[in-house]
Structures are given as C-alpha cells and as structure tokens.
C-alpha cells in the first residue's frame, strides 16, 4: 500500500463528517466529479470500502469509522506540528489560551493573577471560540490549552475538572414557570432552545457530546410557529429574544451572576447534569508553562468555592421574586 497523502485525508474526513458529497465538495471548494474519484481512488489504494453508497444516502462502513478517527487525529497532528514550530520561533514566546467568552466559572481573573506570578509564566494570549471549539483548538496547535466546558472530545488531551455549577434555564419574567422557586424539564415542553432543539430535552450536544453554543453566530432560532424562524448572532440578541419569551436558554451560574436583567428569571432545573469546568492540554505536552498554567488553575478552583457558593446564595436572593 502506498503512503496515504494529507490531501487524501482531508478529502475523505470532508465527505465522511457532512456524509453528502455536493456539501463535501462546497466545504472543499472543489467540483464533485473529482471529489468522488478521489475518494474511489482512496477505496482502491486501501482496498477496502469505506462508504455505503444510495441514491439517498451515504454512510460510513466500519473501516470508514476507523479511518475517520485516525485521519482527524493525523490531520490534527500534521497541523499542530506546523503551528507549534512558528510558536517556537517567535521572538517572545507565548501562553496560548482557548476559552468561549463568559464560560470560566468565573475564576479567569484569578487565574491569570495567580499565573503571572509562577516562574515559568509567559505572557497569555486569548484564543476566543464558541463552545465546542476549545478542545480542537488545542489538538491543531492553536493554543496550548483550554478552559471548557465538559463532557468534550478528548482525542490526545489530557484534561483536569476545575469547577461544576448547576445550569439555570433563563426565562422571560413574565412566564408562567417564573413564579416557581424551581422547574423540571418536562415544565419546559414546548419552548424551544437558541438552536431550535426542545428545551425539555437539555441542552443541546455538539458532534462530540459538547453542549451547542447558545450564542452561536447565525444560530436559527425556532419560536414554533410556521413563519421565518429568528436568528441570533450574539448574546444581546439571546437575551432579548428570552426576554421576548420567543425561546428559553440554559446558561452555567457563574455567567448569569454577571448579566441579571429584570426581564429575565434564571431558575434552577432540578434533573439537569451540572456544567463542569475543565482545563485541557496536550497529552505530549512537556512545556513548563503550560504545566505551571495546569497547577495554578487547579489551585485557584480548589480555593473558590467557598466565595463561589456565597456568590450564588446572594445571586438566587436577588433571582427568586
């Protein structure tokens, strides 16, 4: 067998995470006609198939998965090895942090006081996302490590829990389901979530079991009824479409302790699975910074929770009517 080609396995990973060749295609910026020989060509050279064809839909065969999942992690890693070397040559070396804005329990701040002061600290640089795109972010050499939200995809990376908060699910304040001190998932059947999922199903998963981005750029927005559906693009535009009672949404606490709005109830879910905080590196990663960045955080979690808890008493006070 001859040595697999990176344009092969961009290639196929297109085909088999869209599983519709004309998207494959589009996403490619290529004809179609090329792409299907090539990935024929690919099946011949491995001799093997790799995808189930109809004249409605493709699927992945078993050794397509299989190669699905090396070819990211391959993909991944000719990418990273690129990045991190420019990193290294650059005159004045960095701390890569991914991170979504809002999502870090909280303890951000603290964390880059406390990092500041270790030995081995470089300056941080912000590599901002949505939810979802940390852990990938990390694994193509873009940053050096991540604060995120988990469950996550955690091909080559080693992760720590930090932090675990519960959910709230925010609500217009005059909806009925405000006056209640606490709500269950199945209060909310019926009302939708920023990506058009029902809410009484949780929040919504990413590909890789990451919860979706409530404030995804262009996110459709389903208000139920038969007309145009709305779209979001920002968090202002969420938080006005809550408190228009068009949708409910589920944000961590410590981000609803920045942003009370008296036209938006936040209330607990008594069967929804807390948010956990993790940071994320590299499993090959020796740096001493990125080390440093790991123990410091770790450190800074384990002492805030006390003042974290009393943050919270306070901001359900002022939540609870």
């Known amino acids: 067998m001859n ?15 869209e599983l519709h060749f004309g998207r494959a295609a589009e996403r490619l910026g290529m004809a179609q006609p090329p792409l299907s020989r090539a990935i024929r060509e690919l099946e011949r050279q491995l001799a093997v198939g790799l995808l189930r064809r109809t004249t409605r839909q493709v699927s992945l065969t078993p050794a397509g998965e299989v190669l699905l999942r090396d070819a990211r992690t391959a993909l991944d890693a000719i990418g990273a090895a690129g990045r991190r070397a420019q990193h290294a040559g650059e005159s004045t070396p960095r701390l890569r942090l991914a991170l979504k804005p809002d999502i870090d329990g909280g303890l951000l701040p603290q964390i880059l006081d406390a990092y500041a002061a270790e030995e081995a600290a470089l300056p941080v640089s912000l590599v901002l996302g949505r939810v979802g795109e940390q852990a990938q972010t990390v694994r193509d050499g873009r940053a050096d490590t991540a604060l995120l939200l988990a469950p996550f995809d955690d091909r080559g990376l080693d992760s720590e829990p930090l932090a675990v908060e519960p959910f709230l699910v925010a609500l217009a304040a005059a909806d009925p ?108 990663s020796h740096a001493p910074a990125v080390a440093a960045f790991v123990r410091v955080a770790t450190k800074v979690a384990a002492t805030a929770p006390p003042e974290a808890a009393a943050d919270q008493r306070e901001s359900a006070k002022r939540m609870v009517p």
């Open 3 to 17: 040595d697999l080609e990176t344009r092969q396995l961009r290639y196929f990973v297109a085909v088999a995470e």
């Open 177 to 284: 389901l405000a006056a209640r001190p606490s709500l269950s998932l199945a209060d909310l059947a019926g009302r939708s979530l920023p990506d058009g999922s029902p809410a009484d199903q949780g929040p919504a998963l990413g590909p890789h079991g990451q919860q979706g981005d409530p404030a995804d750029d262009e996110t459709t927005l389903s208000d139920g009824s038969d007309g145009a559906a709305p779209i979001a693009s920002d968090l202002p535009q969420i938080f006005r479409l809550v408190e228009l009672g068009s949708i409910v949404c589920f944000f961590p606490t410590s981000l609803t302790r920045r942003y009370p709005r008296p036209e938006i109830a936040y209330r607990p879910v008594i069967d929804l699975s807390p948010a956990t905080l993790a940071v994320a590196w590299p499993q090959d």
